[in-house]
């Protein structure tokens, strides 16, 4: 019974292994669908609408690459993650790259063995309360209850904050997003933790948003992007220059609306670039001339990405703040593409 | 045709390897193993030259690091500095704690409703017949969600307890019953508290040793006894009078609502999660330990009723002297796999947030860590470990109850 077991665990291992040796680019092609890692569901960023199909920030990102890659936005297989499968899924090769407001950090990237493209949301974690509480400072949540999303930074932050103020609390361990808002929602815990991003997710499908506030303190950085395994640099150029050509286009002024128009009529070389009419770039990525220019139309720049699904005139209402352009005193900034 | 003939004393051909039944099996075991342990040997190798390749390689040292989390239902000292073995002994204990709850719950659980389903009464056996098959036919993992969900939503929160005029009372001004789970007060342990614990666990003997002499007396002269009010006048007098005459050495350390703005402090806090996985392992496991106990109790020859009715014992005195000691006989080995059942099932802890150590080693550790194989690893090995020594131990009580063959 137990020998069964081990077998298992190593076959699924041996497999997993296997399946990470070949060119991700080329099976991608292959198999003519890309399968991307997203969340269980956080409105705005990955969640499927009322017609079943996968929306938001995170998605958009999946969206592209396929674009870019496939010819296709919609070659997109969505394979919803947890906090705790998502590394495990990308690891054995089951999706091919993984977009789920994930933190990029030393130990994810070194020992964990994964490349981190580049950082597409620049978050913070934060806390939600029940206005009713009366709490307008994290360090007067002595004795909370705290809901928190197991495996991920949040729960090592979480602990550090309080020690660090030297507070107590007690934390709810969860496995959702969805379940994180039940328990919240019904009292069981005090206030609920995660990115502040994601906060302002959960609470925009709140009955009564009004009646919850987020705390002022963002107790740590959490820069968001996607990532793909390491050892694999073509694909992982493939997925990081689809993330730059983004947010480039909105640098440029290039959107989804007025892209044939500038590649047609551009005399701005670096436009021209861009979106292939000049230079080889896509070829020097195993991709034609126009793979960004398709990347682009799929869901719009970064900046249309942002607004549509998670900017001030959604329900999540998040502002530009930190992810504004570098020429608009933000940190979203592409290297050129030269 | 009555003479055997002496099998041939010929040379061994390699044939009979294949064609004498005195090798056979033999040579099916051996090459049983050798492929066993060269597909083994190949998965191995090929998990290592994979690891390798990737730059992975299997390392015990993270259990020393540091572990960085808090995990909310602790049984020994914890805090976020220590090791993820400490990590990984907590969830441990916390395995252990609810296996054996839900191993006692569900023994009473089962042999209640096992031996109510005989009943003649047509009502009762009905219901625990629905009993049975409504929880026995469920997965328990949803029974697990319905009972946490139940709780969480219908539960008060901790905050109506709280502060100077709450809206709740507590019950007897000690017991409060919140979606986070149940405070009650803890015992202080004062200046010759043990004086008082000894006298009780004394008593307790005593007690023992007054019901086995009245025992004895009454096998032996036929003099009765009685049983009842003697053994709670040994069991409790001499622990209460020790108490007051100490000058009451044991407090309550009652739950304080004014002490805290989100929550009770002080008391026994039994969180939620505890509660429900308890109570679903519990009522689930409990409606097949009833079948193994109808089973058991049917397997007793009518005939042995009978006899005890006809010497004049009544119905409750027939089930626990006669019955149920000669179904044990046939109830033991089932319920030990029900009791391993329990303990495998409590990884489903994980669901409703209970820090079992599928939780906290093979699931947060693992997950901060990365050490996937590692920590699976080393939870396959300890839920082996455990399911043997369970096995191990009602192997002995088996042994002590069944029919004795001489």
Known sequence: MKKSVLLGALTVAGLAAGAAAAGTLDDVKARGKLNCGVTTGLVGFAAPDANGEWKGFD???CRAVAAAVLNDPT???????????????????????????????????????????????YDGQGFMVPKALGVTSAKELDGATVCIQTGTTTELNLADFFRANNISYEPVPIETNAEGQQQYLAGACDTYTTDASGLAATRATFENPGDHVLLPEIISKEPLGPLVRH???????????????????????????????????????????????????????????????????????????????????????????????????????????? | MTTLTDPPQGSFHLSMLINDTRYRSMTFQVIAFILLSLSVGYLYSNLA????????RIDFSFLGAPAGYDINQRLIEYTSQSTNARAAIVGILNTLLVAFLACLMATVFGVFAGVLRLSNNWLVS???????????????????????????????????????????????????????????????????????????????????????????LLYKTGQLLPMGWPSLVILFVPTIAIFLLMGQPIGLDLPDPLANRFNLRG???????????????????????????????????????EAASALG?????????????????????????????????SSLAILVGYADVTATLGGITLNQTGRAIECVVLMMLFYLTISLLISAVMNVYNNSVKLKER
């Open chain 1, 59 to 61: 998605v958009a990102v």
């Open chain 1, 75 to 121: 070659a997109v297989e969505f394979v919803p993650t947890t906090g705790k499968t998502r590394f495990t899924a990308l690891a054995s090769g089951e999706i091919d790259m993984l977009a789920r407001n994930t933190t990029w950090t030393f130990s994810r990237d070194v020992d964990l063995k994964f490349t981190f493209v580049g950082v597409n949301y």
């Open chain 1, 231 to 338: 050892g694999d640099d073509e694909w992982g150029d493939v997925v990081r220059w689809t993330l730059n050509a983004l947010i480039t286009a909105e640098e440029l002024g290039v959107t989804s609306t007025n892209i044939n128009e500038m590649a047609a009529n551009t005399t701005n070389p670096e436009v021209a670039r861009l979106l292939g009419t000049e230079g080889t770039l896509g070829e020097m990525l195993g991709l034609d001339a126009e793979w960004s220019k398709r990347a682009i139309a799929a869901e719009g720049n970064y900046g249309e990405v942002f607004a549509k699904n998670i900017g001030e005139e959604t329900p999540i209402g998040l502002a530009r703040g930190l992810n504004a352009q570098w020429t608009n005193g933000g940190l979203i900034y592409s290297p050129p593409f030269r």
């Open chain 2, 49 to 56: 030259a994979n690891l390798q390749a990737q730059g992975l």
């Open chain 2, 126 to 216: 009905k219901i625990m017949a629905f009993y049975v098959e409504i929880f026995r036919n469920i997965p328990v993992l949803i029974w697990i969600l319905i009972i946490y969900g139940i709780m969480t939503v219908s539960m008060p929160g901790a905050r109506p307890y709280l502060g100077e005029n709450p809206e709740r009372e507590m019950l007897f001004g000690m017991f409060a019953f919140t979606n986070r789970g149940v405070y009650s007060p803890a015992p202080i342990w004062g200046e010759g508290s043990m004086v008082v614990v000894a006298v009780f666990i004394l008593s307790i003997i005593g007690t023992i040793g007054y019901r086995r002499y009245a025992t004895n």
């Open chain 2, 267 to 305: 008391g026994i806090q039994i969180g939620a999660p505890l509660i429900a996985i308890w109570f679903a392992l519990s009522i689930y496991t409990g409606a097949f330990i009833a079948e193994n106990v109808r089973a058991g109790i049917q397997a007793v020859s009518r005939g042995q009723t």
């Open chain 2, 313 to 345: 014992l009544r119905s409750g005195r027939v089930m626990s002297l006669v019955v149920l000691p000669q179904a044990l006989r046939v109830i033991i080995p089932p319920l030990i796999s029900q009791y391993l059942n329990i303990t495998k099932n």
